[in-house]
Each structure stands twice: as structure tokens, then as C-alpha cells.
């Protein structure tokens, strides 16, 4: 069935690039700060009863994060670190779930309930789509990125980072735009395969729908990091074997867009702002065929970062997550980080969170959560991103409380409708 054709808000997608990743004035980052959180906080207390009802899962599940907050204070207090940079990492499960819950109610009221939490994936998409449009403007037209900055701060400096080989295209509207960005873009790429293929009841796509998404959140993987650009490949070559059903237009598609892919990325070889980050992200392939493997220094260089702590640090962690302005121990894997932390109890709780909220997407689709757990398995073991999946499928389990909430709702205002219409037609014929 194809329902998705509905989602033509464009209003709904402007909300979701601004609360995502919102752009923070300049002037006053207190301003900025009151709008991100401020104005989904009062759109909620405003329709509390769409969340007035939440599941012992998701009660479970925000106890373990909000046991994590408790545990970012307790751990450098126990050890005597004096480390307390953990809480803004603790904390980011509430803020960024804040906005996914407000972003949820206002596609399940927009649609008057007549959507699925696949509307939902498909604007979460979108809104990496559109990031990746802002990265190419800012990119190509240096003026208005000057001008851009000037009215908003960069979140992360990227002016020394784009120095770096291969960095030319981590920017965004944000600033720097990196692992992170590569993580989301992989995880739209999924979602867009799962619409596209399967879509549940009313979650299907069209090609049309598909295609210029798909193409450029893959070169979102492609410019902000090539690690998501292995997770999107074994993703697509999964959904063709599982979920294509030998549909010939299918295939098609995906070598068309390879082919015109493959077009893009030769002809930018020499142009002068894409030529270094072409050579960066063409190494890899090149290497495959050579010399039989990708040769990939990043993944190399997190694997030199993975070593075997003492006892007493597996079992209760040392207490610190940065040290000297670095990373404790200077590893970049989030499975080292959370162990250095708090050992293995803050690290079970983490991970079980995260993996639990994740399999609440089994019921769409096995090969779904089995893709989306492999994206999380890969991207944490390089850097510590599971509160970036736990506050996403939290978020994503809201918005099926919200909207069966709210279709309640509407069936109990309609009976009720009915009711005293009936009443009304009673009295009438005893008058």
C-alpha cells in the first residue's frame, strides 16, 4: 500500500532540520538554548494527554537512562576524579528524547492520526537529506558560509578540521560534521530501505520517494565519514536479497544510481574544492582492488586504541570519560570509554538500554532491527554513539503511544459526538 504520499509537509520537515540539529545564534546561545527546549516543552504540557500514558517498557527504559545520570555524578565522586563531563553525554537520552516526543506529536496531529511511526522514519530521513544539501551550499558558495557563521555559531570549530586531508565536506549548518553525521545518515539509509521495500501497513514508498534521499544521505556517509559508508553498502546488498523479491525495476534503480554514483564522483576529481576529499574517498575502493583489502587507517587506528584494562577498572571503572581536554586513555571506542568509566555495571545498563529500545523494531521487521543492531555494533566499538540509537527508538516507541493515543482519543470524542447526537434526536421526539 502507498500512503507515503502524504508526506508532503514541508512545514514538518523545517521543524525537524531546526530541532534536530538546531542552529545556535551567535549573539546568545541562552536564546538559542530557551527555543530548542523551551518551545517543545510548552507544545507538551500544552497536549499532556497524548503522553499521559507510557508503557513499563519505556518506564523501564528511561529508569536506566535517568540511573545513567545518577551514575555520571556517583562514579567521579566514588573514585575522586572530580570528572563530571559524563553528565552532558548522560543527559543528551532526555534532551534529544524532549524533541522527538514534541516531534512526534506534531506529525500524529498534523496527519489527525492517519500515519505510522514510518512517517515518522521517513521526515528522519529527510531531515539528513536536507543536511546534506546545506553541506554542498555551504561548500560551494564560501560567501554565504561566511555570512551563514556570521549569524550563527559554529557548535563545533570546523576551521581546523577542514584542513585536515579528506576533510573538505565535514561541514554543516552546524559547524564540524562528522562521525555523528556519518551514524545518522547510515541509520536514514536504512530506514529508506525499509520503506521502500517493505513500509508496513501504510509505510511504503514510492521510488520517487526513494531515490534522491537515498543518494544523498549515502554521500552524507561518503563526506562525513567512510564508516558509514560500508554499514549503507551491506544494508542495500541485504535488502536485495531479503526483501527485492527478484522485482527486476528494483535492481535497476540501484544500478542506475550506482552507475550515475560512480559518473559524479570521477568528474569531481579535479575540481578544486572536491579533489582532495575525492582522493580520500576513493582510497579505500582503490586499496580493495589492489591489494585485496580497504586499508582503512581510521579502523586500524581504533584497533591499536583497544586494550585490556585491570580488573578493578573492568569491574568498576576508573571514573573518568576525559582527561587533559582528551579522551581518558585516549581511545575513541565507545566500548573502551564506557568500561574506562563506570566498568561493567554503567556499561550493561547502557548497552541494555540501548539494544532493548532498538528491538522494539522487531515487530516492523526482523531484517530491520537486525541491520539497525549491526549499525549500532559497528559504530559504537569505533566511538561512543549509544545514547545517539537509545534517545532515537525511545523516541520512536513515544510516537506509537502517541499515536495510539491519540486515535483513542479521536474514537472517544466521536462516540461521545454520536451520544449526544442520539440524546439530542430523543428529546426532540418527546418535545
Keep these: 500500500m502507498e500512503s507515503m504520499h502524504k508526506v508532503h509537509r514541508g512545514w514538518i520537515l523545517f521543524l525537524f532540520c531546526c530541532f534536530i540539529y538546531p542552529p545556535m545564534l551567535k549573539a546568545s546561545s541562552l536564546i538559542s538554548y530557551i527555543l530548542i527546549y523551551g518551545i517543545p516543552a ?50 543528551y537520552i532526555f534532551r534529544k528524547l524532549l524533541i522527538f516526543i514534541f516531534l512526534s506529536c506534531i506529525v500524529v496531529k498534523e496527519y489527525k492520526g492517519d500515519c505510522t511511526s514510518e512517517t515518522f522514519m521517513y521526515y528522519y530521513a529527510c531531515t539528513h537529506a536536507v543536511y546534506v544539501i546545506g553541506t554542498l551550499i555551504l561548500v560551494v558558495f564560501p560567501s554565504f558560509r561566511s555570512l551563514w557563521f556570521n549569524i550563527f555559531r559554529e557548535v563545533i570549530s570546523s576551521e581546523q578540521f577542514l584542513q585536515v586531508y579528506g576533510y573538505t565536506l565535514r561541514i554543516g549548518w552546524r559547524g564540524f560534521s562528522g562521525f555523528r553525521l556519518t551514524l545518522q545518515c547510515s541509520i536514514s539509509c536504512i530506514f529508506l530501505l525499509y520503506l521502500y521495500f517493505v513500509g508496513g501497513t501504510k509505510g511504503r514508498i514510492k521510488a520517487s ?12 556517509n561518503m563526506f562525513y565519514g567512510r564508516s558509514g559508508l560500508v554499514i549503507t553498502i551491506i544494508s542495500s546488498i541485504a535488502a536485495f536479497l ?49 591489494t585485496g583489502s580497504f586499508n582503512n587507517y581510521s579502523f586500524s587506528a581504533t584497533m591499536d586504541m583497544i586494550f585490556m584494562p585491570e580488573l578493578s577498572t573492568i569491574l568498576f571503572g576508573d571514573g573518568y570519560y576525559t582527561m587533559g581536554g582528551h579522551y581518558y586513555m585516549g581511545t575513541d571506542s565507545g566500548v573502551m570509554r564506557n568500561v574506562l568509566f563506570w566498568g561493567l555495571l554503567g556499561a550493561t545498563i547502557s548497552y541494555g538500554m540501548t539494544i532493548s529500545a532498538i528491538l522494539e523494531t522487531k515487530h516492523k521487521n526482523l531484517l530491520l532491527c537486525l541491520l539497525l543492531l549491526l549499525c549500532f555494533a559497528a559504530f559504537e566499538f569505533k566511538g561512543d554513539v549509544y545514547y545517539e540509537f537509545s534517545s532515537l527508538f525511545i523516541g520512536l516507541s513515544f510516537f506509537e503511544s502517541i499515536h495510539n493515543r491519540f486515535q483513542g482519543k479521536q474514537l472517544a470524542d466521536t462516540k461521545e459526538i454520536n451520544r449526544r447526537g442520539n440524546y439530542g434526536k430523543c428529546n426532540n421526539e418527546y418535545i
Design 42 to 91: 510548552a507544545y507538551l504540557l500544552l497536549n499532556y494527554k497524548l503522553i499521559s500514558k507510557i508503557t513499563i517498557k519505556q518506564l523501564r527504559m528511561i529508569g536506566l537512562a535517568l540511573l545513567l545520570v545518577v551514575f555520571s555524578v556517583l562514579y567521579p565522586t566514588a573514585h575522586g576524579t572530580g570528572d563530571f563531563s559524563y553528565i552532558k553525554t548522560s543527559t
Design 209 to 220: 520517494r526513494f531515490i534522491v534521499p537515498y543518494i544523498l544521505c549515502l554521500a552524507g
Design 242 to 290: 531479503i526483501w527485492n523479491k527478484a522485482d527486476f525495476r528494483r535492481v535497476l534503480i540501484f544500478v542506475g544510481i550506482a552507475i550515475v554514483g560512480f559518473i559524479v564522483l570521477f568528474q569531481l576529481r579535479d575540481v578544486a574544492f572536491f579533489s582532495d576529499w575525492y582522493y580520500w574517498v576513493t582510497t579505500p575502493i582503490k586499496n580493495l582492488f589492489t
